[in-house]
T-cell receptor, first 114, second 109 residues
Framework: DTAVSQTPKYLVTQMGNDKSIKCEQN?????MYWYKQDSKKFLKIMFS???????INETVPNRFSPKSPDKAHLNLHINSLELGDSAVYFC?????????????FGPGTRLTVL | GIQVEQSPPDLILQEGANSTLRCNFS?????LQWFHQNPWGQLINLFY???GTKQNGRLSATTVATERYSLLYISSSQTTDSGVYFC???????????FGTGTRLQVFP
């Protein structure tokens, strides 16, 4: 039983193309996130959604557009890909409560822009 | 913004050794989590520990929120403990985790 799944696992594409990464969680969580991990392993939050509503947008270029069709899915669409977009993108989910906010991560999508 | 620093940046151990990883943060937080990223890239949550002490098998963690640090203890390390350990914190009412710089652990047989 995969709790947080992402597709595809690897994505290799040319500069200027548009691509999407899909994320699904079956944990019943209300909140979902996208993170970017660069080549130095630094992890930074990009977006978070709570019940399909955008909560956090961390000064990410508007070429990145998240979409949440329902609270179990949070997809990431990237337009006009640039070399600097190469990274590993992680989706995560959590259920925020009074004594817990544990985040569960997907396996990551390694994006390479040539 | 809040600064999250982890030490040491790199740690090399022989199987069976114990280790302590440290996370210092620069502001009050209401959320602190420890993660392990294995050599295949998977991020696994180890502890949700904004304060106090928790234990899970060979791992334990302690957060002293008033002094703005957290410690992760690994006892009797195994090769499967290798990877990068991240601490992540959330400042009050910001709804976002800020990740530390990580500690890369290598355990050799």
């Amino acid at each position: 039983d995969t709790a947080v799944s992402q597709t595809p696992k690897y994505l290799v594409t040319q500069m200027g193309n548009d691509k999407s990464i899909k994320c699904e969680q079956n944990l019943g969580h209300d909140t979902m996130y996208w993170y970017k991990q660069d080549s130095k392993k630094f992890l930074k939050i990009m977006f978070s959604y709570n019940n399909k509503e955008l909560i956090i947008n961390e000064t990410v270029p508007n070429r990145f557009s998240p979409k949440s069709p329902d609270k179990a899915h949070l997809n990431l669409h990237i337009n006009s890909l640039e070399l600097g977009d190469s990274a590993v993108y992680f989706c995560a989910s959590s259920q925020i409560g009074p004594s817990t906010d544990t985040q569960y991560f997907g396996p990551g999508t390694r994006l390479t822009v040539l | 913004g809040i600064q999250v620093e982890q030490s040491p940046p790199d740690l090399i151990l022989q199987e069976g050794a114990n280790s302590t990883l440290r996370c210092n943060f620069s502001d009050s937080v209401n959320n602190l989590q420890w993660f392990h990223q294995n050599p295949w890239g998977q991020l696994i949550n180890l502890f949700y520990i904004p304060s106090g002490t928790k234990q899970n098998g060979r791992l334990s963690a302690t957060t002293v929120a008033t002094e703005r640090y957290s410690l992760l203890y690994i006892s009797s390390s195994q090769t499967t403990d290798s990877g990068v350990y991240f601490c992540a914190v959330e400042r009050w009412n910001t709804d976002k985790l800020i990740f530390g710089t990580g500690t890369r652990l290598q355990v050799f047989p």
